[in-house]
């Protein structure tokens, strides 16, 4: 607002996103494709504002992104907190979960299906290979932090330059709004 000469309270901008983030959602989940009950989901290493995390991150079998997370640990804990996270987005819950050999994804899948988040009939399905019927997460964090590198500093995006510059103090929960 300051480029156009107006002076703004970070108060007002608290106001209107109280104001407008319910009406924006409502007009853009009509856009959204329905998806569909089969899920595939994986976790990778990645390093962001100089922290290392694993992102979570959960696709439709059609490659449509469900939801995503960054955590600091790679447990139980955090596949459950995952997996809630990416049933309160709306729509079905799926009928199969396809997941890499990671063992939380088993156990974390049961303990949902006993405190009733998820239904009885859900499958978890383990295969190291589901990842050929499209670019896995791993692929795709290769290859954005390839292009990253190869891009003159000038040209990065304002996030990334954001990230970069960040504290090494911040914690990897913060770095979700970035994203």
Same mark, same amino acid.
């Given at each position: 607002?300051?480029?156009?000469?107006?002076?703004? $309270?970070?108060? &007002?901008?608290?106001?209107?996103?109280? @104001?407008?983030?319910? #009406?924006? !959602?409502?007009? #853009? @989940?009509?856009?959204?494709? !329905?998806? !569909?009950?089969?899920?595939?989901?994986?976790?990778?290493?990645?390093?962001?504002?100089? !922290?290392?995390?694993?992102?979570? =991150?959960?696709? $439709?079998?059609?490659?449509?992104?469900?939801?995503?997370?960054?955590?600091?640990?790679?447990?139980?804990?955090?596949?459950?907190?995952?997996? =809630?996270?990416?049933?309160? /987005?709306?729509?079905?819950?799926? *009928?199969?979960?396809?997941?890499?050999?990671?063992?939380?994804?088993?156990?974390? #899948? &049961?303990?949902?299906?006993?405190?009733?988040?998820?239904? *009885?009939?859900?499958?978890? =399905? /383990?295969?190291?290979?589901?990842?050929?019927?499209?670019?896995?997460?791993?692929?795709?964090?290769?290859?954005?932090?390839?292009?990253?590198? *190869?891009?003159?500093?000038?040209?990065?995006?304002?996030?990334? =330059?954001?990230?970069?510059?960040?504290?090494?103090?911040?914690?990897?929960?913060?770095?979700?709004?970035?994203?």
């Amino acid at each position: 607002m300051a480029e156009r000469g107006l002076s703004v $309270d970070h108060v &007002t901008i608290w106001r209107w996103v109280q @104001r407008y983030a319910p #009406i924006l !959602n409502q007009r #853009i @989940r009509r856009e959204l494709k !329905n998806r !569909n009950r089969s899920w595939r989901v994986d976790e990778t290493y990645v390093k962001v504002a100089g !922290n290392w995390a694993y992102l979570y =991150r959960a696709v $439709d079998s059609a490659g449509e992104t469900i939801e995503f997370m960054l955590s600091p640990k790679r447990d139980l804990i955090a596949a459950k907190l995952f997996l =809630r996270l990416a049933f309160s /987005t709306g729509g079905s819950l799926p *009928r199969v979960i396809n997941v890499d050999g990671h063992p939380a994804y088993a156990s974390a #899948i &049961t303990e949902l299906k006993e405190s009733g988040e998820l239904g *009885r009939r859900c499958r978890c =399905r /383990t295969s190291p290979y589901y990842h050929r019927a499209g670019p896995s997460i791993h692929q795709e964090a290769d290859r954005a932090s390839v292009s990253a590198r *190869r891009r003159a500093p000038a040209e990065r995006s304002k996030a990334t =330059r954001r990230c970069m510059q960040s504290e090494k103090g911040k914690s990897v929960g913060s770095v979700r709004a970035i994203l």
